[in-house]
């Protein structure tokens, strides 16, 4: 047997270096300490070393039969850097190298060796960057240091140490970094040979192992070996996927053509409507050519109708040009004899005189009218100035004279115009700034809030809060009530102003300047102007108020007369005077002067009331000021009319400038030649008209000429009348006979047209003998019907093509005219693809079913037997007398489950032998298969394989239980039916002895004493074991295992170690403080001072 004899850890969590050397052969090893000690971190650097690198189980005891706890973040990159609650003991930002060394002696061949994992961590790197190297070193011991460390004392990397032992047979690496290869590189130095995957198996499920009440779970869990995946079960499942693609193919194709019948059906609506509208159409060019026909006959008789009437008119136009032709020769005949031609001559001149005059009338009327307007203007604005009445009677340079005159004249006025024009925006400006002073002014009143001084204005605010609702004149006799110091010292200036405060005002800082003025004037004195602002009806002697008033109004007034007036004629007040404060004639003797003295009630309150707020602003009558500002707003209003006024003036002034500079003297006076003109040509029209008198005086005939003359024209005008009408007649019964000519024309084209329509209908397949014609109206409607059901297909059948191309990825035009290949992929599918997918979906699942048939039952049925060979291999173990426990001995029974969902297939799985796959079945059987093929094959759609991985684990079919042997009473009884009455160590007991009897029997009895099978090492690993058990269970249990050939590492409470102690070869305990942990190993002697010597 090959022993682990030392165990070393270099940076393995919170142990920084600890090397354990067990007792000799020692094959029951204690691992023992409090919580959170550290023993199950040694039990994980045992478990990875000895799985060749499992790192995803560690701490697999706390989650739960084999699988990782969920919440624990152990991890070999958190074992490395040392990963406390809260930090790393080993920094990230530093490169760390561990090193977890076990030390072996093959007990046959007397040989050591070191099986040791390299682990390495550098700075900044995660948990997926760590670096593991699994090697053995030969011959080599962990206790010595220079396998591990420098001269220096830091540690070697791995390539130093192959550099330094990696030649000859001394050295042994991993020949590639997988988990894999680490298996078998481990499985070869520890002897596993064939048997290591089950051993690794059972490993993990023995240090998972917790206390379990189910028996069935026991065996299932721990025992057996899980279900593998076999090549049968493979092809099965990928049977099963090659139909749930076929059957998703064939659907996808059947949907395909789901949705091209539609189109085809919709299609043929489209084609019945279509072919009703093109029988109506028929109906309606039938119609159609019958009216054209009889529309055609009318237009020409109508058109022959016409051309007679054209050819008449033509002869009258001939039988005119005659006439006018005959008139003409007439006329030349008389007008060419000489006395008409100077006759003649002598007209045109007269005319041509008349013309001429009638132009200069025309000027002068213009002319007239240009000075008449000068003329009203000068009337209208009062100009004096003498016009000439009749321009015709005077000489040009008469008229040059008078026109002289009045541009100087005009010039004149428009210059006095000027001058008042600037004379009143001189005005308009000053009432600007009037205006603008008096509103200023005025916003300046507005905009006083009448406020007091701020502190009596907080004063009032403390005054309303805490006398709210009541008269103001109650808050002047309560006013001492008020609570702050900060206004007791103004108390009697306050109420001098509160006696009168509705009717004071903040006065302009101007006024007051003037009254301190007066106050310099008499500082100097040894009396003093007392001042106070009251009304009238507080002083009940008014002779003595008036003395006293005009004592200081005169006073005042000869020092400054603006107080006068302030007095007077802003405040309509009284200022009170007087030398002696008791010869006051006022009941209410509050005032104050201008040294700023306060007088109250007999006392004086010396420079008081001269604060900065009082003496800049001084108070004023409020009525007063109320009326001042209205008459502001009066004078605004005033001064704003006279700006109006003023604007209208100068805009007056504007238009009589502009009325005179429009007057054009200079037109008027170069255009007086303009009469001279006229009287010539009326002088030479008189001499003409003279000359013509003579001639017809001398010669008769002229008159008479002249009136055959006129004759002669006005016929030739009749006759050219006539001809122009006759010619538009001509010319509109020409543009009749083209318009009914190309009707004829078009009517003739559209009756050749609907005829061609019509052949083409009736030489069609819609064409039927006797058709009965419709009347137009009923045509009509139909049409409309028909129109719009082909509107409503030709949308539906687009809407259905663009649903299809979207679904099916389908580039065929969306459209009527890309119908035909809808149409050929519908066929197609249809009648081949679909019929051939249905056909290969059928043989697909005939196949299936019988490879589930040929595979799966027989996969089930080998699994079932192999474990029932593995149960009698352990019972055989178990029958040996070093199995014995106490009195007891234990045999494992398996039968068929009972549970139905698995029984009812027990026929077809559960049997010694498996059948032939081309055996046959009976009725019974067959119809078994189908059921449980149907069940699986049925779930398995979408790659499922939730159902075929249950049915086709072998441990569904299997229930066990344990018969327990009473060897003094030769009694026997099944574990499952005293289960319940049993402690919770008994309940165990069996269950580790089966656990150690299966590492026992690894290899098999076939293989002991051909030295492979005392060579292997063979380690258990449980993690706190034995929990539920007494001592006298314990010590028991320990004897058989040193019986077995195997090497049990334990972890234990610290409160248990009594329990086993005696019979523990090697005791290991752990502590840690704070963030060390620390490792010993303790002698027997050691037992009794344990709990306070190392686990305390």
Known sequence: MIYLTNIRLINWHLFSDVTLSLNNHSKINLIAGNNSAGKSTLNDALYYVLSGGDKDNFNVASSGQGDRAKNSDRSLYTYIRGKTQSEFLRKKDTDVISYIALEFFNELSRERFILCAYLESRKGEGEKDVTSKFFAINGGSVTNDSIFYKENKTLKEFNDIKSEYGYGSAFEEEKKDTRYERKRFVSEKLRFSNASERYYSILKKALSFNRIENINDFFKIYLLDDSKISDELKRIEEKFKTYDELNQRAQRIENQVDSLKLIVDCYNKYVEENNDLETNLYFENKLSFAGFLDEIDKLTVKLDSLKNEISRLNRDKNELDSDVKNAREELYKITSTEDYTSYNALNSEIKNLKNRLNDVTNELKEFNLKYEDVISLFKEKKYSFEFIKDLKERSVEELDTHFEKLRIKIKNEIDELTNNKIKEQSNLFSLKNKYS????????????????????????????????????????????????????????????????????????????????????TYINRKDYIPLHIVRKELVKDENRFKEEENSLINALSI???????????????????????????????????????????????????????????????????????????????????????????????????????????????????????????????KEKNKELTKLKEENLMIVDIDNIIKSIEEKIKNYEDKIKENDQLILNKLISQHDLENKIINLNSLKEETEVKIREFESGPLFKNNLEIPTKTKIEEKKKINQFNISMYTKEIQKLMINYAKEFNSDFECSIEGYDRYYEEYNTLKNNALVKAKDELSRNKEDAHQMFKDDFVGKVSRDINEAKTLIRRLNKRLSKDKCIFGKEKYQIKYNLTKDNEFNK??????????????????????????????????????????VLNKFSNYKNYLDFDIEITDIEKNTKSL???????????????????????????IEGDENKGSGVYNERASIVLFDEAFNNMDKSRCEPLMEFFKELDVEVFMIMHSDRVNSVFNEVDTCIGISRIGDKCSAYIMSKEEVNDAEQRVFK
């Open 559 to 685: 020092e400054n007369n603006f107080i006068y007036n302030y007095v007077y004629q802003k405040l309509n007040g009284y200022i009170i005077t007087n030398f002696d404060i008791k010869n006051l004639p006022i009941d209410n003797k509050k005032y104050i002067n201008l040294n700023g003295d306060v007088f109250y009630n007999g006392n004086v309150y010396k420079n008081l009331a001269l604060t900065n707020s009082v003496v800049n602003k001084p108070y004023l009558d409020i009525d007063r000021i109320k009326k001042y500002i209205e008459h502001l707003k009066h004078k605004l209003e005033r001064l704003e009319n006279e700006q109006n006024e003023s604007n209208l003036l100068i805009s007056s002034i504007n238009k009589d400038i502009e009325n005179l500079d429009s007057i054009d003297i200079i037109y008027l006076k170069n255009n007086t030649y303009i009469f001279d003109r006229f009287n010539n040509l009326s002088n030479s029209l």
């Open 905 to 946: 297939f027990g026929d077809l799985v559960y049997k010694e032998e498996v059948l032939d796959k081309f055996a046959s079945y009976d009725n019974e059987k067959e119809e078994l298969l189908n059921e449980l093929f149907n069940l699986i094959f049925s779930s398995s759609k979408n790659n499922d394989s939730t």
């Open 437 to 520: 002073d008096t509103l200023n002014e005025l916003k300046s009143y507005e905009a006083n809030k009448f406020s007091l001084p701020k502190f009596i204005n907080d004063l009032f605010e403390e005054l309303s809060t805490k006398f709210k609702g009541k008269d103001f004149s109650l808050l002047v006799q309560n006013i001492h009530e008020v609570e702050n110091n900060k206004f007791h010292q103004y108390m009697p200036l306050i109420e001098a102003l509160l006696s009168n405060y509705k009717y004071d005002l903040f006065c302009e800082k101007e006024i007051y300047k003037d009254v301190l003025e007066v106050y310099k």
């Open 975 to 1001: 574990m499952s039916d005293s289960l319940k009455e049993r402690s919770g160590g008994e309940t165990q007991t069996p269950f580790y002895i089966i656990l150690g009897a299966s590492f026992d029997s």
